[in-house]
DNA sequence: AGTTGACTTGAAGTAAACTCCAAGTATTAA
DNA sequence: TTAATACTTGGAGTTTACTTCAAGTCAACT
């Protein structure tokens, strides 16, 4: 795998370059290196862990989560355990996502049916039968 | 199911009462009925609808498309078509999500997998090997 | 009568994550 | 030599979805 401009990188991952110099600028992709001429260039690694950015942050993990991981990866090996804690809460909580999806595309998947089998003109609205309330 | 004050439907959904009047004042859940004090109160319907957005909202589905619905819903049956091809395309956009989120979770448990067995500690870091690049 | 508590309004403020802009530099192409 | 293209910077602006606030009303206790 080449060094790639920033360009190139921002096709290959579908991110904007402006997005990756305001990862850049936060902490999320640290010591980018320059050519003679001040462009950034990316290595093999940064590209994996760019990779990696993109694949979480479209499962919706922040983006201060990542910042916390790059942070401790620098640190090096004191932060070994404190790295695999905040992988499994990331973990947890994109499972505790799933779970959620899965009850909405349920729901989706059944309203549609009744779509479809014409049973939704039965019922005529949610918002029905207001009158104002006595007490 | 009875009637219920905002901070009843608050605690039922657990959304802030805060978040059930701005729901309302954008569109979301028109037409919300009066007590003669003028307090709100929500009726079956209203309830449903708002279990309804809240576990989409959970998903992830914008406020933008449960406004359509929504407004699709009051204009009444010219609209069932139309309703049903957002339904779709909510689903088909949840479904993508989906996709992501287990692409992530796969990630995530390889790299803790990594964590357990001490692998990790072979790789050094995602940021390295930095000189100037002569071209 | 006064205080408490639950509600009301309209408007302003906040947080996360980008996204855009203006002005400048450097390499390439004509 | 001039023009086009691809970067650079710092800073300001945008979007989405709330959230907080100040000031007021209303009904129920003490």
Redesign the interface.
């Known amino acids: 795998m080449p060094?790639l401009t920033i360009t190139a990188v921002s096709k290959k991952y579908d991110i904007s370059s402006d997005t990756l110099r305001y990862y850049e600028r936060i902490g999320l992709i640290?010591?980018v290196?320059?050519?003679?001429n001040g462009n950034r260039?990316y290595?093999e690694?940064?590209q994996?862990?760019i990779e990696?950015i993109v694949?979480?942050r479209?499962?919706?993990?922040t983006i201060e989560a990542l910042i916390d991981y790059?942070q401790m990866?620098?640190k090096?090996?004191s932060t070994?355990e404190a790295?695999?804690a905040l992988?499994?809460e990331?973990?947890s909580l994109?499972?505790e996502?799933?779970f959620?999806?899965?009850?909405?595309?349920n729901?989706?998947?059944h309203?549609?049916s009744l779509?479809?089998t014409g049973k939704?003109?039965k019922g005529?609205?949610?918002?029905?039968?207001?009158?104002?309330?006595?007490?």
């Open positions: 060094d640290p010591h290196p320059r050519k003679k260039y290595t690694g940064m994996d862990w990696m694949c979480l479209h499962s919706g993990v790059a990866l620098e090096g090996d070994l790295r695999e992988l499994r990331q973990l994109l499972e996502k799933k959620n999806l899965n009850r909405s595309i729901r989706l998947k309203k549609i779509y479809e939704i003109k005529k609205s949610y918002f029905e039968e207001y009158k104002i309330k006595d007490d």
